[in-house]
């Protein structure tokens, strides 16, 4: 690997590198054989450049080869978000999960605390009384009993506390900030992954193709949401068969009408949060957010190759939350993440 000033010198003058390049540099970054200094300066010029999708698959890479792996995660599926769409909704993404594993899809959810939203996935489900500091062991005897299990990011990734600090000095966003979806400690092949721009939308699908996944789908509502929208239209960009489409989602399609975008708010901690998740699951909340939550549960479904399109997918998603498997599987969760197996 080249000098990392070397390097520095050529993110500062526009010039791409190359994944292998990459993914040197974010290991020895994880292994904190940098300097602050020399981290800062690299991870600020590869953002005043803007990372290339190749880039990202490099940073990715490193990432999960630094991950605590647990078992049985590669055939399961992972929902998650960039973060950053600011828009202070409850979470979609974690109540679809529920519902995508009562319609027996396995979810290896990954997440963390906060960070750009009120209230982070993780943070929800602590609420909601689920152990979410699991260890590889009883994270994937969740996976295999129960058919859901949180992965919290800071333990799997124990190496990022080498570029915590810097990254709390810096005060800015940085590539970690939109990794977090490419790099599953199940290493899932199949994935619906939420991001709040267009430009965003097409680097991530890139890197997921270069990183072997088999079936994403990265979305975007068109109200800047980095989840699949019932205020109107959604993005898509579908990888499948190692090629990528284009096209958008229409509530409608689903019989769902339009909301106003206050409908999808959150509480103001996750308490609150964690009561809107239960009223949903509890198939309590026959509005916004129900229709939400079963439009992204229906993408996972889709994307876990169960159904053959969206629309069964969605039905799927429904028969998961009338039946009351959607609500079993927070309570199987929440039971079997109790249960230290390490």
């Keep these: 690997m080249p ?138 005897h969740c996976l295999e009993k129960a058919g859901i299990t949180f992965l919290f990011a800071p333990l799997f990734h124990p190496s990022m506390k080498n570029v915590a600090q810097v990254r709390k000095e810096m005060g800015v966003r940085t590539v970690f900030n939109i990794l977090g979806p490419l790099v599953n400690p199940a290493r899932v092949k199949n994935q619906l992954i939420g991001v709040p ?53 229409d509530p409608s399609e689903f019989g769902i009408r339009k909301s106003a975008a206050a409908k999808l708010k959150g509480g103001r901690n996750s308490r609150e949060n964690a009561s809107i998740m239960k009223a949903v699951l509890y198939n309590r909340e026959s509005g916004a957010k129900t229709d939400a939550a079963l439009l992204n549960a229906a993408a996972a479904i889709y994307v876990s190759g169960k159904k053959k399109n969206m629309k069964s997918a969605f039905e799927a998603a429904k028969h998961s939350l009338e039946s009351g498997a959607a609500m079993l599987k927070l309570k199987e969760l929440t039971k079997f993440s109790a249960n230290k197996k390490g």
């Design 197 to 249: 721009s267009r430009e965003i939308m097409k680097k991530i699908a890139a890197a997921a193709k270069g990183l072997g996944l088999r079936r994403c789908m990265v979305v975007s509502g068109k109200d800047g949401m980095d989840e699949i929208t019932v205020t109107g239209k959604t993005d898509v960009l579908e990888l499948k068969n190692g090629s990528v489409r284009q096209y958008t989602i």
């Design 3 to 140: 000098e990392i000033s070397n390097l520095i010198e050529q993110l500062a003058a526009g010039k791409n590198l190359n994944r292998k390049t990459v993914a040197g540099v974010f290991r020895t970054i994880m292994d904190g054989a940098l300097t602050p200094a020399q981290t800062a300066s690299f991870l600020t010029a590869l953002r005043i450049k803007g990372e290339t999708a190749e880039e990202l698959a490099g940073a990715a890479e490193a990432m999960i080869s630094r991950a605590r792996a647990i078992k049985g995660g590669k055939g399961a599926v992972d929902l998650c978000g960039t973060g950053g769409d600011s828009k202070g909704s409850f979470n979609i993404s974690t109540t679809a999960s529920f519902i995508a594993a009562g319609a027996d899809v396995p979810v290896a959810k990954h997440g963390n605390r906060s960070v750009s939203s009120p209230v982070g996935s993780a943070d929800v489900l602590e609420a909601a009384g689920v152990k979410i500091d699991m260890d590889a062991k009883t994270a994937g």
